[in-house]
């Protein structure tokens, strides 16, 4: 049975476009990817930071409260 040469035609030019461009997709999804990862640690340092600043607002205050105990007596 003979197959159209345009249907042949038509196949083998899809199956070489998306080998050729599948290795272009792979490296965009692992940048991708990447970036998001990267902006979920940036996230989290952030969250740590801000979590570190009210510890450290409330040492200091503890220790405030403290010296006046102290000077007062």
Do not use: R, W
């Given at each position: 049975m003979a197959v159209?040469?345009?249907v042949t035609?038509?196949?083998t030019q899809t199956?070489?476009?998306?080998l050729g461009e599948s290795?272009?997709?792979a490296l965009a999804t692992a940048y991708q990817s990447l970036?998001?990862?990267?902006?979920?640690?940036?996230?989290n340092?952030?969250?740590v930071q801000g979590g570190m600043q009210q510890v450290a607002n409330s040492t200091t205050s503890v220790a405030?409260?403290?010296?006046l105990k102290q000077a007062q007596g």
């Amino acid at each position: 049975m003979a197959v159209n040469a345009q249907v042949t035609d038509a196949v083998t030019q899809t199956n070489a476009k998306l080998l050729g461009e599948s290795p272009v997709q792979a490296l965009a999804t692992a940048y991708q990817s990447l970036a998001h990862s990267t902006g979920l640690a940036m996230e989290n340092a952030m969250q740590v930071q801000g979590g570190m600043q009210q510890v450290a607002n409330s040492t200091t205050s503890v220790a405030c409260g403290f010296i006046l105990k102290q000077a007062q007596g």
